[in-house]
């Protein structure tokens, strides 16, 4: 029976069918294969896969971190790692696909079929190895990662920084609770003082502050208002409310309260002063921003320590599957690396190609694989990656060198711009390369422009120091030089110092200062001594002298009977010098024991009427006008000083007229109280006399400076030392066309800031 179904025409029939569809099959299967690698599907697809699975897999590590874009963290995770296994299953199928293809055409005896499959063993033992090998290195170098970043070590050296930072703080409010302490017992000592006379709270408040080297200090209640207050730097920033916590619990417990300011570049102090009720001690000093700021973030990074070592453990079971799946990933993709390279030897050809190319656009970075066959190509290869690597450490050195010189360059920008003194570097022939703003605004009124130019030609008062210089060999030269220009002469301290630079050669650098005000203060000071000297030794024996002038008048006036008149005359003359005198001794003991300004609201338009009434009287020659822009002009000051001052103005301008000819519309005298453009109140007295002079005009408010015979050289010394007792300042103009001059008290101070019209200015 067997024999007859298998000799039976309708089962041979059957068997050929099924053969023919399998060839069929197997025919189409073929086809389709060419067609995808004529368009390189296979590598195309494989390449997509391979980043959809490194994109999974880093969309699972950051749900295990919390991002949760599919509702819950755990339905995120889930997602992931069912997206991760799909994607490597897609991948183990792309290279099974591979071998079973090269299998197949080994069968078939393809030609060059052996060779293309030892070469696909060979490279895909190549591709796995260092695959494998990176794979245990980053497992171990994990594991040590981990134990090194919860050492020991690790965790002393933050805690030690947080206890140090912890530290400069606490050395910080230590230091300012001791200086807090001592300023609220100062107040203490002086309270019944202060209760006498409570001006001298701004006084005791300020000579302690400064001589604690604090920053701010204010007293004030506790509802805001504000007793007494200054600041190192000319104008306080209290402006700012106590936290209501703080006044909250000194009012409580009267103790003393520290905190920072929430800038975090000041530690402030409030101390109830006890002798006083509802009195407070508000005092700050400054800390370096830059050391707060590593403070906070030394806190930060313990705190982030700290929190990453309580989640140390699932940290490493995050990183551990990540790290599995990106292992396996990997695994998979250097097998179809090895699979697919037997068929790409052109590929280093290629690759120096597209090297050579990006070369030529400048970037240096690009690498081709190197050929371990010890043939040309291979040659080549290293050749190019040797040649790219020595072009690109070369370039980031010159990169690197660029960058160090320009951080230096900027850094000594930075230094020279914040340093009030004039500095210049000059090389070897004497010509600027380096100036500070500080230069520019002190002599050549600009910063940029010089560069290039000849010290020397742009100042000729240096030639005589620079000269010292260039013959000291290699000492410091020190003089004092004086400059004159529109506004006057000046005085600075220029010292020269030889530079040695190997590239540049020889080079000096230059710095200057302005001590004009120095000087005038030096040479005010020495002149108030001898002031007081003067008029202690001369005012004793000048009663007597007048006294016995007059008694000689009276008694031998009768018995005298001849020159009766010489007599009369001489001894009027001795009692006439004798009051010159007076007055004389009178002026130095004003100027050289000035009092302290007793400070009121006055009105400034007042004062000047007053003193200008004592001269329309006394020159009815001279026209006197008052010109305000305000009716009434109430400022802070004290009215003696200010009459005195404007007195003094006026009687050099009636001096000034009488020692000038004689002008076609008469002589003339103004007086102005107005706003400047940038609301600064000022008072001028202007005059058609005969003006100041051309030289040393800025001198003429130093003592004994003075332009007439007769003159003490006191009167515009006395109002300088007023206005700055009041805060001010003094001006000194000539008019145009040389006839009379205008001198101005300005109120530059905060606190004679004008109000408007008939308002308060600084009151």
């Not at 609770?177 to 300023?183: E, G, I, K, N």
């Not at 040393?696 to 130093?702: A, G, K, S, V, Y």
Request: proline share 3%; net charge neutral.
């Amino acid at each position: 029976m067997i024999k007859e179904k298998i000799e039976d025409p309708s089962l041979r029939d059957q068997s050929d069918e099924i053969v023919n569809d399998w060839f069929g099959i197997r025919f189409k299967f073929d086809a389709f294969f060419r067609w995808s690698n004529r368009l390189g599907l296979p590598r195309k697809l494989t390449v997509v896969v391979i980043i959809a699975a490194m994109a999974s897999a880093i969309a699972t590590y950051a749900a295990w971190t919390g991002w949760s874009p599919l509702g819950t963290r755990v339905q995120s995770i889930v997602f992931f790692l069912q997206l991760d296994a799909a994607l490597f299953l897609i991948v183990v199928t792309i290279v099974i696909v591979h071998i079973v293809r090269i299998w197949m055409e080994r069968r078939r005896g393809a030609v060059g079929s052996r060779l293309h499959t030892r070469l696909v063993l060979l490279f895909s033992l190549i591709a796995i190895t260092p695959t494998v090998i990176v794979a245990i290195s980053s497992a171990v170098v994990f594991s040590l990662s981990i134990e090194a970043w919860f050492n020991n070590l690790v965790r002393t050296a933050l805690n030690e920084s947080s206890a140090i930072a912890n530290a400069y703080v606490e050395e910080h409010s230590s230091s300012l609770r001791a200086d807090v302490l001592a300023l609220a017992n100062e107040f203490s000592r002086a309270a019944r003082r202060i209760s006498e006379n409570p001006e001298q709270i701004q006084g005791v408040l300020a000579g302690h502050a400064e001589f604690r080297d604090l920053d701010e200090a204010v007293v004030r209640s506790s509802r805001g208002r504000l007793f007494a207050r200054w600041s190192s730097s000319g104008f306080t920033l209290f402006g700012d409310p106590v936290p209501k916590w703080a006044m909250n619990k000194v009012v409580e417990t009267g103790g003393l309260v520290i905190f920072r300011t929430p800038e975090g570049d000041s530690i402030r102090a409030l101390i109830k002063l006890e002798p006083f009720v509802d009195a407070y001690l508000d005092v700050s000093r400054k800390v370096a921003p830059e050391v707060m700021s590593r403070i906070d973030r030394t806190r930060r990074a313990v705190e982030k320590y700290k929190e990453l070592e309580g989640r140390r453990s699932q940290i490493e079971i995050t990183l551990a599957t990540m790290f599995v799946f990106v292992s396996l990933m990997l695994l998979m993709a250097a097998v179809w690396v090895g699979l697919v390279f037997a068929s790409r030897l052109a590929q280093p050809i290629s690759e120096l190609v597209n090297a050579t190319e990006g070369v030529r656009r400048g970037d240096l970075s690009v690498r081709v694989s190197e050929d371990t066959a010890p043939d040309e190509l291979g040659t080549l290869s290293r050749a190019f990656n040797r040649m790219t690597q020595q072009l690109g450490t070369q370039r980031d050195s010159l990169v690197e060198a660029n960058k160090q010189l320009d951080d230096r360059r900027h850094f000594i920008e930075t230094v020279l711009s914040g340093v009030s003194s004039g500095v210049v570097g000059l090389d070897v022939n004497g010509r600027i390369n380096v100036v500070n703003r500080a230069a520019g605004r002190l002599i050549f009124n600009k910063e940029k422009g010089v560069l290039g130019s000849s010290l020397v030609s742009l100042v000729p008062e240096f030639e005589a120091v620079f000269n010292k210089a260039i013959l000291s060999e290699g000492r410091q030269v020190s003089e004092e030089i004086n400059l004159k220009d529109e506004d006057g002469s000046r005085t600075f301290v220029v010292r020269v110092s030889p530079e040695s630079n190997s590239l540049a050669g020889q080079g000096y650098v230059v710095t200057f200062e302005n001590v004009t005000e120095l000087v005038a203060a030096q040479r005010k000071a020495a002149w108030s001594d001898v002031a007081r000297r003067i008029a202690h030794e001369i005012k004793n024996p000048l009663t007597p002298i007048q006294l016995a002038a007059e008694r000689l008048r009276r008694k031998y006036t009768r018995q005298i009977n001849t020159d009766v008149d010489a007599f009369e005359n001489c001894t009027e003359t001795i009692v006439r010098h004798v009051n010159d005198i007076g007055r004389l001794v009178d002026e130095f003991s004003s100027f050289a024991r000035m009092p302290a300004p007793i400070l009121g609201k006055e009105d400034l338009v007042s004062i000047c009427r007053e003193a200008q009434i004592l001269f329309k009287t006394a020159h009815k020659d001279i026209c006197f006008n008052l010109n305000s822009d305000f009716d009434e002009c109430p400022i802070l000051c004290d009215r003696g000083q200010i009459g005195q001052a404007m007195t003094n103005l006026i009687q050099n301008a009636v001096d000034s007229i009488s020692d000038s000819p004689k002008r076609a519309g008469g002589f003339k005298i103004e007086v102005a109280v107005f706003l400047s453009e940038k609301d600064i109140l000022s008072v001028s007295v202007s005059d058609n006399g005969k003006g100041l002079p051309s030289e040393d005009r800025e001198r003429l408010t130093e003592p004994y400076i003075t332009t007439r015979e007769k003159g003490t050289g006191l009167g515009l010394a006395i109002v300088r030392k007023i206005m700055e007792d009041h805060g001010g300042e003094v001006r000194l103009q000539s008019n145009s066309r040389g006839e009379g001059a205008t001198v101005s008290l300005v109120f530059t101070s905060s606190g004679f800031a004008a109000l408007g019209t008939n308002k308060s200015i600084g009151g």
